[in-house]
């Protein structure tokens, strides 16, 4: 995925092969028109080149998060832009099927800017992470909450980045895409990430410095704890009903 990333004065370079550039630049194109959220403008493609509008004044959700006033309306939010991406994005040459939607792919709570003086959210890379399993661009909507759930809940203990009670704030989030509008329930996105986890895992501790991994070590235990009892108390509710 493009990472070679130059600023310049009103505007932004993303360098990488020129497919990924190309794809990139048309799903950029795609999510322009959404009611919900804003997307960089693309200034012009040039081979393994995208010049995209530079925006100022971003921090991501998930650096803002601890600091916030108001963290599960933030979330709640962020969980609302992710309902309309799903009902309004239709990416050229992407026919997904009925039960499927076209992914976001990578709605990490980093790559959720907020901007500060208009409190709007700016979403960012509108590539497949690189760490998910067949870079997929249609899916579940489970997919791409299950990136933002690992995104709240997989930080190292007591980093200036950790957030205490991180279910609390995905559950937030998810009811701010429910209520928006979007389809999925607590135990559908609970098994997701389930699913992705070691996938994630994996990428975080290949990217992570080696002193960090034992403030990592805490964050698994927890974000499987929260996971298995959302699962768990889908089945309850299950059982008495």
Known sequence: ?????????????????????????????????????????????????????RIDDLVAVGHHLPRARDRAGLCER?????????????????????????????????????????????????LPAA????????????????VLWLSLGFQPVMSRYSLRHPGRLALAALEGYQR????????????????????YEAMRFRTAPRQEHIRLRPTQVRIRWFLNTVVLLDRLVRGVS
Request: hydrophobic content about 40%; some cysteine.
């Open 1 to 53: 995925m493009p990472r070679d990333i130059e600023y310049h004065d009103t505007y932004v370079i993303k360098r990488g092969p020129p497919a990924e550039i190309q794809l990139e630049s048309a799903r950029l194109r795609a999510a322009a028109g959404l009611s919900a959220g804003r997307v960089p403008r693309v200034v012009r493609e040039e081979g393994g080149a995208l010049h995209l509008e």
């Open 78 to 126: 962020v969980g609302a832009v992710l309902a309309h991406v799903h009902r309004d994005f239709h990416p050229p040459g992407v026919d997904c099927a009925q039960d499927q939607v076209a992914l976001h792919g990578d709605y990490s709570a980093y790559n959720i800017q907020l901007h500060l003086p208009t409190d709007e959210l700016v979403l960012l890379d509108w």
């Open 131 to 146: 760490w998910l399993p067949d870079a997929p661009l249609c899916g579940p909507p489970s997919v791409d909450l299950a």
């Open 180 to 199: 928006a509008g979007g389809s999925a329930s607590a135990v559908e996105v609970a098994r997701t990430t389930v699913d992705l986890l070691p996938a």
